[in-house]
């Protein structure tokens, strides 16, 4: 029990890292994606196509 809980809390901070990561990137393109509750849980639930679809829905709306 003890052992999936940090398996969930490692993926909560691997996807935070990984937001971050994507926003240092494309900090002079200004195409960033806010680090919140939504976007970290969808990032941990369903990995780097969660971010590429944030990243799609980001280009279309603005």
């Given at each position: ?34 680090i ?27």
């Open positions: 029990m003890l052992k999936k809980i940090f398996n969930i809390i490692k993926k909560i901070v691997v996807s935070a890292f990984i937001l971050y990561g994507y926003n240092l990137l494309v900090g002079p393109l200004n195409l960033y994606i806010p919140n509750i939504i976007t970290v849980l969808l990032l941990t639930i369903f990995g780097i196509p969660a971010l590429i679809s944030l990243i799609v829905i980001l280009l279309i709306v603005f």
